[in-house]
């Protein structure tokens, strides 16, 4: 009996103490919300910033957590309030503006040829920069791999956050603009590795470390490491369970092992932390619908499309959402489902990114939505504009664009026009090079899924010969899909096996 109440006490004090040290943990988590740092403690974490301003100090700190945490702190009048905050506090602060520009540039998808605002911002950024002699080395390398970003040189600037990680793996800024530039350019081992050079210089008390784990975590997925990337998503969460990136990650593994019943599910149950991240909830919604269009359940994925997907991109108006709604409506027609006029109301949301070209990615989607609205004259101007910015322009987007994009383009014109044999033309001889254009995977998936159906409608057995080897290929990569099974079944009806 004694044995007995010992075993049940020690129970008892192992976890009482599991639960004294998460909540203090949690409690350290939460309290980094609020307990904003000051210049003392940047530079206390080998991170100095050119400011006196305490205030403008840690609203630097607030931006950068709200950025890597893909939230708004209504507090603070949300990422818009928090920047506004700090430069009022120090109009001067290089810092301020290398973190304000590149926020620009990644959620808007503003380009610096158009836009003479930016141009503006970026120039006053360079010259605040020059001005100050006492700013740090590594806030001169953060300019230097602002102004290569505007300029549309993305490798170049990822090679200098390198530089600046290689001597501060603590800088969070310049991993996070690294992180993101990786996933512009389809660079998964990048996605993954940056974070790995970096991760064992964390220590779980250090401000924003579950969210590093959960950058990590992303990258273990885009390498096809899903039971890696699962356990790590999963440390994330149980450190901080409204990290919607973590979240995001388990999204990606469930869709690529065809786990769709586990993720409606999962996006279900947890949607009350996951929707805290407004600038990421659209996304885990369209996850959401994948699910459903790969089920077959296509009246479900249209009520989101309609309910989450369509009336948060409108209202947010970032790149991010913006290829979500082209993308999620362009699938379910690709599925044959009749969409009715909701492309006009897309193309409303993109019809003036028709000259941006900061990616080929995001180029190809607001092509798709002119094609899908029917606006031959916006597909003209795109098309031309497409072309002199190849012809006349230069960097790491216009030498992918040059490479893959206007093949890929092209492809989704001769689609509209029912020419498959064409699309199939286009598009096989650069398939192994679409990783270039950006983006994880799962969105990719759009074109694996174009080709395929665009092989089983040409007119060419050879194409439906390609067609039922590429969906063997599919099927080995992802046995549990049905939507793999439905095009299988079209294809063996055609070729008569």
Known sequence: MSICHITIWHIIIIMSIIYLVNRNYHSETANMYSNWRSPQDWRSQGLDLNTTSTDASKMFDAIVTQYTGWYDDENLGGMTGTLNKMLVADPD???????????????????????????DDVSRMVKLSSMQPSLTQREQKHVAALVAWSNGEMEQASNVWEDILVDHPNDVLALKFAYDNYFYLGNSNQIRDCVARVLPMWKPTMPLYGYIVSMHSFGLEETNLYSEAENAARTALSINPKDGWATHTLCHVMEMMGRQHEGIYMLEKTGQYWQTCGMLACHNFWHWALYYIELGDYETALSLFDEEVTKRAISSGAMLDIVDICSLLYRLQLEGVSVEDRWEKVYDVCKSHLHDHILTFNDM?????????????????????????????????????AEVGSQLFQAFIAYNDEDYSKVVDLINPVRSKIIKIGGSHAQRDLINQFLIQAAIKSNKKTHHNLARALLNERKLLKPSSPLTDRLTDKVMQILGD
Do not use: P
Request: glycine letters at 10%.
């Open 93 to 119: 602060f290089v810092m301020g503006h290398v973190v304000r520009n590149g926020l620009e540039l990644l959620g808007t998808g503003s380009n610096i040829r158009l836009c003479s605002r930016l141009q």
């Open 365 to 401: 989607h607001i092509l798709i939505s002119c094609l899908g609205a029917g606006q031959k004259q916006a597909v003209k101007e795109m098309m031309d504009s497409i072309e002199v910015f190849v012809r006349e322009s230069k960097g790491t987007n216009r030498d992918i664009t």
